[in-house]
């Protein structure tokens, strides 16, 4: 139901992470009064570091953070995917020049505490948002006028809509949907370490991915080469269970018998690692009922394996306000056309991450057969096969359902 143009749109976003902040964003650039809710006692980021293809730079862009965030990333010369097994190289794709003048933008690595500050300063600067920490969404009800959401403390808060940017566990999208999310069984280990305690020979200005059976480990540089991302995966031998908490080394060794020399020094220089066990979601044909809809995480977990899981969410937020300029500032009408646009692309990504997971984790004859797959393929090659992810642009978020 339209409201009349002199009354002021107002919506509650759960959740004050990257995706929350961007769709808050999103809305208020276009004159809505966003009520952010965040359980954390702050809102702040965790996580160590993140890639950033180009399509996450066009929405950053079209956000108005896109300088903000370049300011605090490097930018990388190639994505490298290397065998772990006798430390070969299987796949390099240049992504200096040449990568930005086909796709009009950068590919970067940035610490997830970085893009979420750039995006955070923005939001702090606009009047329209107000948040309120240390509140978790419990429940909400719709009428035919707005929503009602409960939080933990039983207190009420009153919108036109309410948009989950609440996570894996969302509460959202509990309510909407009610699945449960799918555990992956692959565990995923991060840290960061100083340039000074990184090995020599792994201090390259690229996410290299060192694929191997079962497992794969990446590293990169963050904060002008001053840190090192680390990160390890494997497939667990435990029943696992969603969730974050820290982890040994022991463990993280106890998967890695039988890499190559080169790759495997980098285990031993973390000082703490943090634990994740993974999981995603199949997708499902609607996030949207009435007044309320989902984003990010909350709407499409995905495996880490293209590195897109905040790269979609920033799509999400802004394709989200296109759609809400498209339908006039009716919200329900906005939601149909942002899952229209969103639900194919991302389910696209999803799939393609747990196919990608297959891919880095072959063994025996599987191995063999990705080892081959690239022999030969120019670099336009490349670009062409992934003009589908990075060439995504703001201006034409609603092509096709608009």
């Excluded at 890639?51 to 010369?77: I, K, P, S, Y």
């Excluded at 999208?173 to 305690?197: C, K, P, Q």
């Excluded at 031998?237 to 980098?266: A, T």
């Excluded at 495996?303 to 919200?331: I, K, N, P, R, S």
Aim: aromatic share 8%; glycine share 10%.
């Amino acid at each position: 139901m339209n409201q009349k143009k002199d009354a002021r749109r107002n919506v509650i976003v759960a959740g004050g992470g990257i995706g929350g902040l961007a769709a808050s964003l999103a809305l208020a650039r276009r004159g809505v009064q966003v009520l952010l809710l965040e359980q954390a006692e702050q809102i702040a980021e965790i996580g160590a570091g993140i890639q950033l293809g180009a399509n996450a730079f066009n929405a950053l862009d079209a956000l108005g953070v896109g300088e903000a965030a370049r300011g605090r990333a490097v930018f990388t010369d190639w994505i490298k995917l290397m065998d772990a097994v006798d430390a070969h190289e299987i796949v390099r794709i240049e992504t200096g020049p040449r990568y930005r003048e086909r796709f009009g933008n950068p590919y970067a690595v940035i610490h997830r505490a970085d893009i979420h500050l750039s995006i955070l300063e923005a939001v702090k600067q606009n009047p329209l948002i107000q948040f309120r920490t240390s509140t978790q969404i419990t429940g909400f009800v719709q009428d035919e006028r707005g929503v009602t959401v409960t939080d933990q403390r039983g207190e009420q808060y009153r919108a036109d809509a309410v948009i989950g940017c609440d996570g894996v566990k969302s509460a959202v999208r509990a309510a909407l949907i009610g699945d449960e999310a799918r555990v992956t069984g692959h565990v995923v280990y991060r840290a960061v370490v100083d340039v000074e305690n990184m090995p020599t020979d792994l201090q390259i200005n690229a996410p290299v991915v060192w694929a191997g059976p079962h497992c794969h480990l990446v590293h990169y540089p963050l904060r002008g080469g001053r840190q090192y991302n680390l990160v390890v995966t494997f497939h667990s031998r435990e029943k696992e269970q969603w969730g974050v908490r820290d982890g040994s080394k022991e463990e993280v060794l106890s998967y890695f018998d039988g890499i190559h020399s080169l790759p495997h020094q980098m285990l031993d220089r973390p000082t703490s690692w943090r634990r994740w066990a993974t999981a995603d979601r199949d997708p499902v044909e609607r996030w949207s009922f009435g007044r309320a809809t989902i984003l990010g995480d909350a709407a499409h977990p995905m495996t880490q394996y293209l590195a897109q899981g905040a790269c979609q969410a920033l799509e999400d937020a802004v394709t989200l306000g296109a759609a809400y300029d498209a339908a006039d500032g009716d919200f329900e009408a906005a939601f149909a056309l942002y899952e229209k646009a969103r639900i194919p692309r991302t389910a696209r990504v999803l799939y393609s991450a747990r196919e990608m997971g297959r891919v880095y984790h072959a063994k025996g004859v599987e191995r063999l057969v990705r080892n081959s797959l690239w022999v030969g393929r120019t670099q336009e090659q490349f670009y062409d096969s992934l003009q589908w992810l990075y060439g995504w642009r703001a201006e034409d978020a609603l092509n096709g359902v608009a």
